[in-house]
């Protein structure tokens, strides 16, 4: 075999250029990940645990899949229009509700919710009720515009020392696993990236709609029908969170091993 000036035959050059390719690869895949962990924990520590904390995290993950704060009208009866944050992605449409303060939380599906901290008990409204209002407008401009998926309804309780009991909580959860929640919910794809970045653009031309609506002007361009009832919403959907919140275990199991060895 023929050896160069250097030393080298062709073969290790070869060798020592696809490692220096695969290493500047694990660079360019690594800072990007590096930089969101940095900016995660940040805020993570961060005193705030409100909407704005959730859109924050969300928007480290799902730059362009974010809505904040739309206004979502049922009909122009509608006292609370503002939904707190939807998120689209190729698994359908996550409407999230967020509550920030500590406690233990009763969240039955129906009825008044508790809030118990410090042998203080307070009843607050049913968030995931709530958050049927905004599931419904949300089908209500995606199936005007042909587009089937679907619509899952979240209440977010992102305080740290927010608690609930997970027998009752279904659609209930926690900043832990808000992202891991997100990520299965993309993993089932049932619309593609075209379809989700034209509801994402209906929802911000509604959202501006909607706000000129509720300050008293009348309706121009048919997003909203007077007549048209409220329909059911038969591809809402809950999510399994068992797996999702193993998963979360496992990981910090193992986050806490490496540690350890350290």
Known sequence: MAV???GFTPLICVILVV??????????YLIPEIIKYCK??????????????????????????????????RSDKDSRPDADLVVVCEGGIVVISVDDRPG???????????????????RIPNLFERGMYYVS?????????????????????SHDNADYDKATGDGVITSDILIACIKSIKRKEKITPEEVAKL????????IYCRKLFIGKS???????????????EDTADIELSDIEE???????????SKDEE
């Open 200 to 207: 994402i653009e209906l929802f911000k031309q509604n959202d």
């Open 104 to 122: 233990f939380y009763e969240t039955p599906k129906k009825g008044i919710w508790t809030l118990s901290n410090y042998g203080e008990v307070k």
């Open 19 to 28: 490692l220096a390719l695969g290493a500047v690869g694990i660079l360019f």
């Open 137 to 157: 407008a949300c089908a209500n401009i995606a199936r005007r515009n042909g587009i089937s998926c679907p619509i899952f309804n979240l209440v977010l309780l």
């Open 4 to 6: 160069l000036s250097n």
């Open 40 to 73: 995660v924990e940040k805020l993570n520590k961060s005193r705030i645990r409100d909407k704005r904390f959730a859109s924050e995290l969300i928007s480290l993950y799902f730059k362009n899949n974010i809505v904040k704060n739309p206004y979502l009208l």
């Open 219 to 233: 309706y121009d361009d048919g997003f909203i029908d007077k007549n048209e009832p409220t329909p059911e919403i």
């Open 247 to 257: 998963d979360n275990e496992k990981n910090s199991k193992n986050g806490n091993d």
